[in-house]
């Protein structure tokens, strides 16, 4: 099985970037190393119950003292970019003062990606906010969102110089409703409230943080990402039709509608009025302040029931269907169903595939990790990608999760999500064969 695309794919040519993806606290272990201060994952992970096996993030990849040897293996797989993200706790204190060991791994990490050829897009914020601010009442209270500008001012004005293109968020989504609406991400709340507030809150921030990144950084691009699912009726009765509605509305169009449409979803507003945060005058103004890119990570899709008192829920498709090892269903058809969709709703920015895998039951066997069902997940999603740019989605990237297996959030190190296999025990890497495929295809471009 290999990765391949029509010969005539606009994705084979040189301005389309191929790359890998990671995240800070997935990645690089030392969280006590060189001033790094607690955040809300070291905290969760430390709260029983909360992550699979209680496993933490103190270790993971150990890319913090083996950055080196990961810059070297990026290079090899012969993508054109790194999508990388800061950890807020090891730039800046307490007093929001600069932490220089912490600036100074970050910048030797950057000045040797682009020294090798490398395009490098930064995440400001995957997830791990400083535990003092959670303190303090994290997303839920609006202050937090003017403490991102100061250290997004901080990450920008230090780094800016070896940086292609800025995120400032990744998936709100998660960030919100996950940490804290649902409780299963940190800091791991179980109010709708809190969640939507708390959204709000990191929307506004993303734009209150924009002319401060172009500011400081005038040669990089600035965005943010999102990530969505395609959400199908579990039948074709009207409630069933109007319960995948309502989660559409509340997992997509809640978060792209204010960047996009200054406007939180109308629909709420008659179903779920509770769900809609406050908002103070001015607000919708900033967060919709346009971007230079729109990220965009896909994973699965899901089917939705009605449910008289939740309105939806998750069920199984009806339908013969292949499931990954986290039990996400593997529906490439869904990715470029969703993203034709959206490019049918909203005068969309360019776009990048900022995330895109599977958790796979990976085994290394004499030396080897024969992944096929990555493969054929990344053949059948890549391909997904081009539909949609066929069909007219103005698409710039794709970049795969995630160069080598990593802390998987709650789920621990149990699920793998690698293109490259990592022994937890000895920390080497190893290409799987999902990766070498990965690498073929970007060699078969013209």
């Known amino acids: 099985m290999t990765i391949s695309l029509p010969t005539n794919s606009k994705m084979l040519t040189k301005e389309f970037t191929f790359g890998v993806a990671t995240a800070s606290f997935q990645i690089e272990g030392a969280t006590s190393a060189d001033g790094r201060l607690a955040c809300i994952w070291d905290t969760f992970c430390a709260t029983p119950g909360k992550v699979l096996n209680g496993d933490d993030g103190s270790k993971a990849c ?42 100074e791994f970050y910048r030797n990490l950057l000045k040797s990606l682009k020294a090798e050829g490398l395009q490098t897009f930064v995440t400001l914020y995957h997830w791990d906010l400083p535990q003092y601010l959670e303190d303090r009442g994290g997303w839920v209270n609006r202050e937090t969102a003017y403490r991102f500008v100061e250290y997004a001012e901080l990450a920008t004005k230090e780094l800016g110089e070896w940086v292609d293109s800025w995120a400032t968020f990744n998936e709100p989504f998660c960030a919100a409703i996950l940490g804290y609406e649902y409780g299963i991400h940190a800091p791991g709340l179980t109010s709708p409230k809190y969640g939507r507030q708390a959204a709000h809150h990191i929307l506004l921030a993303h734009g209150l943080a924009l002319p401060v990144i172009r500011r400081n950084s005038p040669n990089s691009q600035v965005g943010i990402v999102l990530n969505m699912n395609r959400t199908y009726p579990a039948s074709a009765k009207s409630e069933d039709q109007f ?182 025990d000895t920390q080497k890497r190893t290409i799987k064969r999902s990766g070498k495929a990965y690498k073929a295809l970007l060699e078969s471009r013209s």
């Not at 003292?65 to 012969?78: A, F, H, P």
């Not at 993508?79 to 060991?101: C, F, T």
């Not at 909203?346 to 990976?362: H, Q, R």
């Open 62 to 103: 150990n890319h913090y003292n083996l950055w080196q040897e990961d810059v070297q293996l990026i290079k090899s797989l012969g993508v054109d970019a790194y999508r990388l993200s800061i950890a807020w706790p090891r730039l800046m204190d307490e007093k929001g003062q600069a932490n220089e060991k912490g600036i």
């Open 243 to 424: 319960a995948a509605l309502v989660r559409e509305t509340l997992d997509n169009q809640f978060f792209i509608e204010p960047l996009l449409k200054a406007q939180y979803p109308k629909l709420l507003e008659k179903v779920l009025p509770d769900h809609l945060p406050t908002v103070l005058p001015g607000d919708m103004d900033i967060i919709s302040r346009p971007i230079d890119f729109l990220g965009m990570n896909f994973y699965t899709c899901n089917h939705n029931e009605f449910d008289e008192n939740t309105l939806f829920k998750d069920v199984k498709s009806k339908q013969q269907v292949e499931y990954t090892d986290i039990g996400w269903e593997i529906a490439p058809h869904a990715f470029s169903e969703l993203l034709i969709n959206l490019n049918e709703q909203y005068s969309l920015p360019p776009m990048f595939i900022t995330e895109n895998g599977a958790a796979c039951a990976d085994v290394m066997v004499d030396g080897e990790v024969n992944d096929e069902q990555r493969v054929r997940y990344l053949n059948g999603h890549i391909n997904a990608v081009n539909d949609a740019i066929e069909a007219g989605v103005d698409i710039r990237g794709y970049f795969a999760w995630s160069l080598m297996d990593n802390f998987e959030w709650a789920e621990g190190y149990s699920k793998r999500f690698g293109l490259c296999y990592v022994d937890y």
